[in-house]
């Protein structure tokens, strides 16, 4: 039996600091459950920044780092995404010694129990993943892969059966079908190409991305999932800041990242350079009147646009 979940992320050191704020929202959430955290690099995180990375959740974490600065030169990389995001397609190969791991993008707050999810039976499949709600621009370009718009998944929130990849050769193929170029999202696609029919769907609140929580895709959200998933969602979701990141920009679920950004120690909020502005705006938006003066003007903002 394992007495650490394993979680495998990918950063850099850029990312630093959205990194610890999704491994504080893992521990947050998880009660006592300890973790190991094993984190894919592009190239070294420095060692003091290793020193304060491994201080978050003391006994209840440990922490492994694998630099795979240079890997995967030969594959498509589409210029608005990083080679880190194409690592998670070598983890059956990196990680021989476990049978099964969960993967979560650095943009991601975690609400709920993940070792719940870590004992679950993939049943065979090769993943377990969110499908995601497709929209009308989407739907050729998912047929032209070969995928079912309807078991599209995404990427950023997967339990993987690594045993299962490794008996069955899914690295090469992998490496074989990221070497065309019009891959719009990279990894994503090729999980979605190779593993089509093994994936198992998780219920969306465990990966819900931003268009899940949109007034405007609601009625596509229905027509793929149920109101009690709707509800779960907005109620217990794992936010995934898909598109505007809250640390740049407002999105959905602003206040909840600042949340558990506060929460972390100096020394790493010194890390990088907070845009005030948000900052502010979150504190301000964190207080009764500010979130219900924030309610009352998105409800007339989108009563202006959706109704002309």
């Known amino acids: 039996m394992i007495s650490k979940v394993p979680v495998v992320l990918a950063f ?15 521990l947050q959430g998880s009660g006592s459950v300890s973790f190991h955290f094993i984190s894919l690099l592009s190239e070294p ?18 922490y492994s780092f694998i630099n795979l600065e240079g890997q995967l030169q030969d594959i498509y990389i589409d210029e608005q995404y990083t080679v880190a995001a194409s690592y998670r397609l070598l983890l059956p190969r990196l990680l021989s010694e476990y049978a099964k791991v969960l993967y979560i993008d650095c943009d991601i707050i975690v609400n709920n129990n993940l070792s719940e999810l870590y004992r679950l039976d993939l049943q065979g ?42 008996e069955d050769g899914l690295v090469e193929q992998f490496m074989k079908a990221s070497k065309v170029d019009y ?30 929580f949109l ?25 995934h800041y898909t598109g505007t990141k809250p640390w740049e920009a407002f999105t959905i679920r602003f206040v ?26 979150a504190m301000l938006l964190n207080t009764r009147a500010g979130s219900k003066a924030l309610r009352s003007i998105q409800a007339i903002y989108r009563k202006i646009k959706y109704s002309s």
Not at 150 to 165: A, P, R
Not at 215 to 239: C, H, W
Request: hydrophobic share 35%; with cysteine.
């Open 12 to 26: 850099t050191p850029n990312y630093f600091v959205p990194a610890c704020v999704t491994i504080t929202s893992i």
């Open 45 to 62: 995180l420095p060692e003091y920044m290793k020193e304060k990375l491994i201080r978050i959740g003391g006994h209840r974490a440990t």
């Open 125 to 166: 499949n090769y993943l377990a993943g969110v499908f995601e709600v497709p929209l009308d621009f989407q739907i050729p370009y998912m047929e032209e892969l070969g995928c079912n718009p309807e078991e599209y998944m995404n990427s950023g929130f997967l339990l993987m059966d690594l045993q299962k990849m490794r």
């Open 183 to 212: 891959l719009q999202f990279p990894d994503q696609d090729v999980l979605n190409q190779v593993c089509q029919g093994r994936i198992l769907g998780l219920p969306p609140y465990n990966n819900s991305i931003r268009t899940f």
């Open 215 to 239: 007034p405007q895709y609601r009625e596509r959200f229905l027509a793929m999932y149920s109101p009690k998933d709707l509800l779960d969602v907005n109620r217990k979701g794992n936010i």
């Open 256 to 281: 909840d990242w600042w949340r558990v950004y506060w929460t972390l120690p100096k020394e790493i909020k010194q890390e990088w350079k907070m845009n005030k502005k948000l900052h502010y705006m």
